[in-house]
């Protein structure tokens, strides 16, 4: 409470709705830092969406069998799809989709770091659809009760759909466990290059986080990236060892006090690089991205001037 | 892989084309011009793919034993594809895989309603599913004709190349063998000869609202039911059947 004394009129009203679990609606009065913030995340989670349809992307020519290769495009048309409910949620707050492509492409934006790792073996399909996947449910369940109206329906939506993705993806690393040795090799390796990025898809602990006190406060965020980070480790550990999958960590333990499993030291040094841009492929994530927008430029002014010209023709007859 | 039984290989051929087009709409995941093209293009590939593993598992089951239907996806070479060559092309620019589409589109649903009359009773339960597919198909790539050929300059010269291009491969769609003339006559295969009219009536009512010109007749360029392809045909195989040909006998 004492805290909140020190807002002006307007922010205060507007914090005592979001302590009182209120969803605050596109129309409705808010800070410009909590818009800037929501615009910040939103997009943020639309991007990676978007470059998310890469790394799986790039295997549905390559799929083993044709049920694979029909759930694999299911899968990656589900995160354009999801990519397109975040940016209309984000558009609610007053931005373009241009604009915030246009961010995207000088950097001002960023996407999950884990896409910045290659798919390179059949195997990462399944432990990206199993971690990558699950790690984004962990993150967006926490979501469903953000306090922006939009972005919370969106999360309902997309939930629904990131299951499926999660099981596809489990599926593919237990087929390859119980198939020849050469298959288990190739998803034991998958999980040692996906575990620690999928760690770090959680952002920072949170003691050095630059948005999570605000965000919490806001309920822009609900629960703490170390949080949010354990719950994953927990069920993953678990899932891991039902299918014999050793998870590349050393320090990994039960702690019965805690009634949690510890686990080893994140490389942050890693993770500083890599979302500063210097993962194996950020530059051919982005290149690819701006290639396909520039390259469908003169689609989109088509379709403005055949959209112009109809209106033209409306009027005359009007 | 030999196939001797004409059902059989009449059931191949349709989930030839079926795989080869979907392949190439699925090309364009994560490259549309915009993100809903993203997901328009990968719901028809979708359409595609499902409607070639229908016909492959039709045709596994009339082969019996260990065929399924990945044998006739994975384990085949150039030479056994009988995809028309239309399907296979390279997808070009936007303009490209848009007319293509079109072009094939106007043809498959015609095709398709025909085939629900099949006397082969899983043939005309394919058909009737492929069929109401086929209709939002054309209706799609119809629309995109429109607002590409009366667009911008740029975008009804891109339309009008592509157009060009195309023609001379569209001649195959009607093309009838021996086997397909024996399957007519049992009742079970689909005259294409004779949807050529309503092909070419379709092509035309679309083509000049959409203010594009009716390529000349330029002949027909075919081979692709007895497997003599284009070059793009063995680098699709090649990416397509990488996994089953470095690691053979696995499940996946
Ligand atoms: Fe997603
Ligand atoms: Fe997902």
Known sequence: MSDNMSLVPNEQKFQSRIDAEEKVEPKDWMPEKYRQNLIRQISQHAHSEVIGEQPEGNWISRAPTLERKAILMAKVQDEAGHGLYLYAAAETLGIT????????????????????????????????????????????????????????????????????????????????????ELQRDMAQDALNRWWWPSLMMFGPHDAESAHSAQSMKWKIKRRSNDELRQQFVDQAVQQAQAIGLVVPDPDLSWNEERGHYDFGAIDWQEFQRVVSGNGPCNRQRLAHHVEAHTEGAWVREAMAAFEAKRRTARAEVA | MKLNDPLTRYVVRLGDDALIMGHRLSEWMSRAPFLEEDIALSNVAL???????????????????????????????????????????????????????????????????????????????????????????????????????????????????????????????????????????????????????????????TLRTATLAVPESQGGVTGGRVGIHTDDLGFILAEMQFMQRAYPGLQW
């Open chain 1, 97 to 180: 989709r241009d604009e915030l492509i246009d961010r995207l492409h000088t950097g001002a934006s960023k996407y999950a770091s884990i896409f910045n790792y290659p798919s390179l073996t059949w195997a990462d399909i399944g432990a990206i659809g199993w971690l990558v996947d699950s790690a984004a449910i962990v993150n967006q369940v926490s979501l469903q009760n953000t306090s922006y109206g939009p972005y919370a329906r969106a999360m309902v939506k997309i939930c629904k759909e990131e299951s499926f993705h999660q099981r596809q993806g489990y599926n593919i690393m237990m087929t390859l466990m119980q198939g020849a």
């Open chain 2, 47 to 205: 359409d595609f793919v499902g409607r070639a593993r229908l016909f492959y598992q039709y045709a596994a089951e009339l082969m019996g034993g260990e065929v399924t239907e990945d044998t006739f996806a994975y384990q085949r070479d150039v030479r056994d594809f009988t995809n028309l060559l239309l399907c296979e092309l390279p997808r070009g620019d936007f303009a490209f895989t848009l007319c293509r589409q079109f072009l094939y589109d106007a043809f498959s649903l015609p095709f398709t309603q025909a085939l629900c009359h099949s006397t082969d009773p899983q043939l005309a339960a394919i058909a009737a599913k492929a069929e109401k597919e086929s209709r939002y198909h054309l209706r799609r790539s119809s629309d995109w004709m429109l607002r590409l050929g009366d667009g911008t300059q740029e975008s009804h010269e891109r339309c009008q190349n592509a157009l060009e291009q195309l023609w001379i491969y569209t001649d195959e769609m009607f093309e009838c063998d021996d086997l397909v003339n024996d399957l007519v006559v049992a009742g079970v295969a689909v005259n294409t000869s004779s949807l050529r009219s309503t092909w070419l009536e379709t092509v035309t009512e």
